[in-house]
């Protein structure tokens, strides 16, 4: 069993940067795809980034493209998410996630283990 800690949310103002960090440890994750969701008070947990397991291919949905950057260092069992030019409307819980599958992963359901988030608040 994989464990997930995410650490780097807070509160930053609207166009600042956060980045964000997701610290593996139990099983070897190297081989496998990763993911960050974010959840919104009241609103379902949605698909935010995903890198394969090389770290060689990213994906992200359109409202962070240009601004997040998704990043692995298997060496260190570490994902990253880069988050510049924030925006009050990514203000959320962010959370990172492990896939069993080695290539991209765009769906929740894709995601077998997650960590217990981390609160980011853009303000306005």
């Known amino acids: 069993q994989v464990q997930l800690v995410e650490s780097g949310g807070g509160l930053v103002q609207a166009g600042g940067s956060l980045r964000l960090s997701c610290a593996a440890s139990g099983r070897t994750f190297t081989r496998n795809a990763m993911g960050w969701f974010r959840q919104a008070p009241g609103k379902e947990r949605d698909f935010v980034a995903t890198i394969n397991w090389s770290g060689i291919e990213t994906y992200y949905v359109d409202s962070v493209k240009g601004r997040f950057t998704i990043s692995r260092d298997n060496a260190e069992s570490m994902v990253y998410l880069q988050m510049n030019s924030l925006e009050p409307e990514d203000t959320a819980v962010y959370y990172c996630?492990?896939?069993?599958?080695?290539?991209?992963?765009?769906?929740?359901?894709?995601?077998?283990?997650w960590g217990q988030g981390t609160q980011v608040t853009v303000s306005s």
């Open positions: 996630a492990a896939s069993l599958r080695l290539g991209l992963a765009y769906e929740g359901n894709d995601y077998d283990t």
